[in-house]
């Protein structure tokens, strides 16, 4: 500075020269965030810089903001993304006023002022001016920039284009103090908080094993159907794989946790999700039954990008412009994915369901990342009622549904597939996969039960059955004394504890048997001694090689009769005939009482029963006991004074 001045005095050009080389250095080094002036030797504003330099290393700009793009890193984008949607209460896509009140509110416990809205407002739109008529002037560009107002609210790129603000002055405390005060690091990773995860949602954690906290609850279903309302771009109640890529677009890959990133995410899980691009069950109506699963389209091309909004590149710095450009589309190296399928409302929350059934915390915690913040902010009346994507639009809204999870067991890998693919309305080829690891599939179907919402109506309704099936292989259940130990352990915790309200993590184990090999029903009642105790529920499915095989049953249903079990379907393994009757069973078996799934389950009810009425009469007979022995001493309390029975019953000194 010293050096300046003098130049300065001495010659005008020689200052302006040096003031260009200043200006040079700024735009040739992006990284140098500002010029101060300042001198040691004349102590000018020397606490400013160490200032500076302490504001620099405490909120740092390289994580947020790519200063040789120019423009919010991809890390960024996603952060903010999904606060945005923390705070967008209603889920239109649109921060009103009362949820940008809630926002300020959550972070810096302070409410904002109207005129500071209306001001915020106001600027953006200034911005989106300028950028329309930047556009409108070029006439090259093809890209047309969202508008940052809609109806008053602030759109999602607003609301990043606020943040680029506060970048673009030097106020990097405004977006740290967000990111930090919402759970997110140094590095932009998200911490999941403990109060999300339910407790007991650790997997297989005996210790805190909670069977409620393997299933969806009420609020969970409605983030997801909102969700799902939200992102869907036509009025075929669908989302295309471009919604599903915008919904995903919070995480560096843009897929469901269903979809190969399950392979690192739910490592160490007890089952993985089944991930098959080819097959696909059509959606047919097969003997009462409609299913309904995702739909296929190989033609549909899916923008891998990330959907969120950009604003067209204004080609002016960081270092020099009070509002710069935002652009999303570009740094995601996203080429390698392949795109998703189209899911119904339905498919979408069957993988949901299906995914919670895997695993517990794994789904609250993507749950999280997506945006669903639990109980930790509180919505008012207004903004929960003026939804304008409730749940309750759905088609589906009145239809009573009922879940079914189910393991398959058995030795015949070939015989487990065709039934799982019978229960999932899958009738083509199914060649035997080398499973070494058990895996979770899902489906919809559509049955008629009798109607259990509306008791009154004597005639069956159309149920939306959610059915979960886990295959373990053979190869799994071969192991050692110890590990079967273990595995014992984890099917008593996933089939045979009940929560308070009688539910189970696994309603059903399915054991398939070959109805023509003996040692294929040996292998079946091995499983269930070694590793089914008493209290879990089982059914026994038989497979023949075709329908007109002759098959002796005698056995299979001595053993049945012996345990007080249904007796064993039987199923043909020719896939050219279209069965529903195994899923119909299924149903039954777990819906109705009457049907027996448990051994001896009618006699350990009657026991239980005798043994309510012999407390109830032991009890009475105690009642009795203390009413005889009152009595008597009444009467021999007419024969004396009261003073005397007392001192007789409680003597004093």
Not at 628 to 644: L, N, P
Request: aromatic share 8%.
């Amino acid at each position: 500075m010293d050096v300046f001045e003098q130049q300065q005095l001495s010659s005008q050009s020689t200052a302006a020269r040096s003031r260009q080389q200043i200006i040079s250095l700024l735009q040739r080094f992006k990284f140098v965030r500002q010029c101060i002036k300042c001198s040691a030797k004349k102590i000018l504003h020397v606490d400013d810089v160490f200032s500076k330099a302490k504001i620099a290393v405490i909120y740092p700009i390289k994580p947020l903001y790519d200063l040789v793009g120019g423009r919010l890193t991809p890390a960024c984008i996603r952060a903010f993304t999904r606060i945005f949607r923390v705070f967008d209460l209603d889920r239109d896509g649109l921060l009103s006023d009362d949820e940008l009140m809630a926002f300020q509110n959550k972070i810096w416990g302070t409410t904002t002022m109207g005129r500071d809205v209306v001001e915020w407002k106001n600027a953006l739109s200034s911005h989106d001016l300028i950028i329309h008529k930047r556009e409108e002037a070029d006439d090259e560009s093809v890209s047309e920039s969202e508008d940052v107002i809609v109806n008053d609210k602030i759109s999602l790129t607003g609301f990043l284009t606020i943040i680029d603000i506060f970048i673009s002055q030097n106020r990097l405390e405004v977006p740290w103090t967000v990111l930090w005060a919402l759970g997110y690091d140094d590095d932009l990773n998200l911490h999941i908080p403990q109060s999300i995860l339910s407790p007991g949602c650790n997997d297989l954690d005996t210790s805190k094993f909670d069977q409620s906290a393997w299933r969806l609850n009420a609020s969970e279903v409605d983030f997801l159907s909102s969700i799902f309302y939200q992102f869907q771009s036509d009025d075929e109640n669908m989302l295309s794989a471009e919604d599903l890529n915008s919904i995903f677009s919070v995480f560096s890959i843009p897929l469901p946790p269903w979809s190969i990133r399950s392979k690192k995410l739910l490592d160490g899980c007890f089952s993985r999700p089944g991930i098959d691009e080819d097959v696909t069950p059509p959606s047919s109506l097969v003997a009462g039954v409609t299913f309904d699963p995702e739909i296929e389209d190989h033609n549909v091309s899916a923008d891998l990008s990330p959907s969120s909004p950009s604003i067209s590149p204004s080609g002016v710095t960081i270092s020099s412009s009070p509002l710069p450009s935002i652009d999303v589309s570009k740094g995601t190296e996203l080429d390698f994915i392949p795109a998703n399928k189209p899911l119904t409302h339905l498919s979408w929350l069957n993988h949901w369901h299906s995914f919670c059934t895997i695993s517990p915390s794994r789904c609250r915690a993507e749950l999280f990342c997506l945006g669903y913040a639990g109980e930790t902010l509180v919505r008012s009346k207004t903004l929960h009622a003026s939804s304008t994507h409730s749940p309750s639009n759905s088609p589906d809204g009145g239809t009573q549904t009922i879940f079914i999870r189910a393991l398959v067991l058995g030795s015949n890998d070939h015989a487990k597939r065709f039934i799982i693919n019978n229960l999932h309305g899958i009738h083509h080829d199914c060649s035997t996969s080398n499973l070494t690891h058990p895996e979770t599939s899902c489906s919809v179907a559509r049955v008629m039960l009798p109607n259990t919402i509306n008791k009154a109506v004597q005639e069956e309704s159309e149920t939306v059955v959610h059915l979960i099936v886990t295959e373990i292989p053979s190869s799994y259940l071969a192991s050692s004394a110890s590990e079967k130990r273990s595995l014992k352990n984890k099917f008593s915790a996933l089939l045979g504890k009940q929560s308070a309200a009688g539910e189970r993590v696994y309603d059903m184990a399915i054991l398939v048997f070959d109805t023509g090999l003996e040692q294929s029903w040996e292998y079946a009642k091995d499983i269930e001694s070694d590793l089914l105790t008493g209290n879990m529920p089982r059914i026994f499915v038989g497979t023949r090689e075709n329908q007109h095989a002759t098959q002796s049953a005698c056995e299979h249903q001595i053993h049945c009769k012996s345990m007080d079990l249904e007796e064993p379907i039987t199923l043909s393994l020719d896939e050219t005939i279209e069965d529903s009757s195994l899923l119909h069973h299924l149903v039954r078996c777990t819906q109705d009482a009457k049907f027996r799934s448990i051994p001896h389950g009618e006699r350990n009810r009657r026991l239980a029963a005798l043994k309510r009425k012999c407390m109830w009469f032991t009890s009475i007979v105690s009642v009795s006991l203390v009413v005889v022995f009152v009595f008597k001493e009444t009467k021999k309390v007419e024969k004396g004074s009261w003073r005397h029975y007392f001192h007789r019953l409680l003597p004093f000194n």
